[in-house]
């Protein structure tokens, strides 16, 4: 049987493929547990073993992926899925089996060969983020996806999930994922951002923020340059209020917003469509995180819920770490250097370095980090969505659970008949919202802002608690103690 990994690292996304190729190189073992075939994470996404096709897009993170595979001791589980953390809270994970050894964390993991326990001495989480769920009527038609989504028909299989798309949201991913569909061979018949073109212009501190940044920069005004060749327009001060259609979508409706928001009156207009793409930002994914104990704070720029953390990027779990969008959606460059901060710290915790050499290499990566933090700080300011809008779109008939079928009015009615509800967790027991296969990732945050207006804050709502296993696996491998 091959020794325990050193480190397991889930995510082979930036932060990810960052953090194996540094402690790789300092001689730690290293595996890597990702859900794809091929790591990337969905930013650097690459087609199928064995599917080839021209894409100037797959050239995004070779630097990267490249070092990540030549770095020495690094071993790859791809297809696989972490499923839980346990042996770090007492008592509350004892049916995975027995303790782990001393100074491990035992994580389930599900492979194509089957369940698997393994012991790392230290854990490190970077499983990025998944785009904001916004519901609204028409939500849950075929044909309306997010822009995460589109992008992974486009990037990974050359596909594209209809000919007329209308791209809806607050996001600047938007204007990425229509030019890739322009480029693809899509009709765009429209862009349209939720805030107004005034509140997006920069300031003189963002200027200085984006320094560093030009990367982005320069994706950005490639696409608005592709999306101006293709007449593409793009509307500002305008959002997506309905989907219509039988079988799946045909129509939206968008309507123009305030500067706070909310829909203005006789605003509507309707387009023809058979895709709609919504794109109004990302929650960061932290399900494993919270199961595992990890301590989490609200901060709603930065996606919702975050992941606590020290300066080497240590959670409240002992041999516990995270990094990526796990500690604030801020996108592939900030995350790719956290990975590398947050194996400083690994190795420095593992006795590989000592406190001074971790400090020195450290040292320009924590500057590096901070011009990073800068620039995202003065994108999410001006892109979070409107609190107004999202509250707007829900009317009592909009399926807000999907998997349950729960609407927003089933929650509405439970608040009303039972003020005690005050938290996200008491309404999941008495609606069953959240209850279903995805264990909240559509609904939690709808769940949540309802709950919330009945003058409660979000600390005091919280969020779902999250349970093993975070994703659906066979019964199988819970039933395994421990398989091989």
Known sequence: MNPEPDVVVVGAGPAGLAAAAVLGRHGARVLVVDEQQRPGGQIYRQPPTGFTRPDRHARAGQALLAEAAAAPNVGWLPDSTAWGVFGTRAGLDDYAGPAPGPGRIRVGVHTPAGGRMLEPAALLLTAGAYDLPVPFPGWTLPGVLTAGGVQTFVKAQGLLPGRRVVLAGGHPLLLVVAAQLVEAGATVVEVAFSQHLRTLVPGPRDLLAALGSAGKLAEGAAALATLHRARVPIRFGTAVSSAAGADAVTSVTLSRVDPAGAPVAGG???????????????????????????????????GGWVVEHDEWLRTSVPGV????????VAG???????????????????????AARARTLARPVRRLLAR?????????????????????????????????????GDI???LCDHPHLGTANAVKLLTRAGMGLCQGRSCAPAVCRLV????????????????????????AVLAADRAV
């Open 372 to 408: 990073r933090r800068r620039f995202a700080a003065a994108v999410l300011s001006r892109f979070a969505p409107a609190a107004a809008l999202l509250d707007a779109l829900l009317t009592d008939d909009t399926v807000v659970c999907r998997c349950e079928e729960v609407r927003a």
């Open 332 to 354: 592939a460059e900030q995350a790719e250097v956290e990975g590398r901060l947050a194996a400083y710290g690994i190795l420095r915790e593992l006795g590989r370095l000592d």
């Open 452 to 475: 919330a207006q009945t003058g409660r804050t979000a600390q005091q709502v919280g969020t779902f608690t999250a349970q093993a296993p975070v994703k659906p696996v066979p019964l």
């Open 412 to 414: 509405s009615r439970a």
């Open 268 to 302: 509507e207009r309707a387009l023809a469509c058979d895709v709609l793409a919504l794109g109004y930002g990302f929650v960061p994914s932290t399900e494993l995180a919270r199961q595992a104990g990890c301590a989490v704070r609200w901060r709603p720029a930065e």
């Open 321 to 328: 770490s995270a990094a990526g969008e796990l500690t604030g």
